[in-house]
């Protein structure tokens, strides 16, 4: 009987991996706690609406929507349900693809992205942009691109944000 060992992580694979596993545990609390408490807004809601923000005419297909989100469609309905209360996304049936719907940024969610942007690109500056030099910032953005790759590797990037 034959059995693989396995490979288990050298002594500084495992400094590796557990200082990314606690950032990438307490990067998203801060991200959220800043929106939450600027903006009253969760983190993932401004991900919408900043998608739909810098898409053409303010509007995406729920499905793309989504994978920029990097959620399930079901997630990014019930959290489009919630915007629409608030007025800052509408949906409505898109015209080219009867079976797609899209997704409308309102003046009202524009003016929220306004508002709430100079805070939190203020707080990813802090967090994550200025203790980085450009040779780091240039190392994490490749290994953050192999890592999705690894991850998914049929996943393609949203149109307005392909390089």
Wanted: proline share 7%; glycine share 4%; with cysteine.
């Amino acid at each position: 009987m034959h059995t693989d060992e396995p490979r288990w992580l050298d002594a500084e694979e495992q400094q590796t991996w557990l200082a990314m596993v606690s950032m990438l545990v307490s990067l998203p609390a801060a991200l959220d706690a800043q929106l939450q408490r600027d903006a009253d807004i969760s983190h993932f809601e401004y991900q919408v609406l900043a998608g739909l923000s810098m898409s053409p005419d303010r509007t995406l297909r729920m499905r793309d929507l989504a994978d920029f989100a990097e959620a399930s469609l079901s997630r990014l309905s019930h959290t489009a349900k919630r915007l629409e209360t608030k007025g800052w996304l509408t949906r409505t049936p898109d015209p080219a693809d009867g079976r797609s719907t899209l997704a409308v940024l309102t003046d009202a969610g524009w003016d929220k992205v306004v508002a709430t942007a100079p805070g939190h690109v203020a707080e990813v500056r802090r967090l994550v942009i200025d203790p980085l030099t450009k040779t780091q910032a240039k190392q994490l953005r490749e290994i953050s691109h192999r890592v999705n790759d690894a991850i998914n590797p049929h996943r393609t990037c949203p149109p307005m944000l392909n390089p």
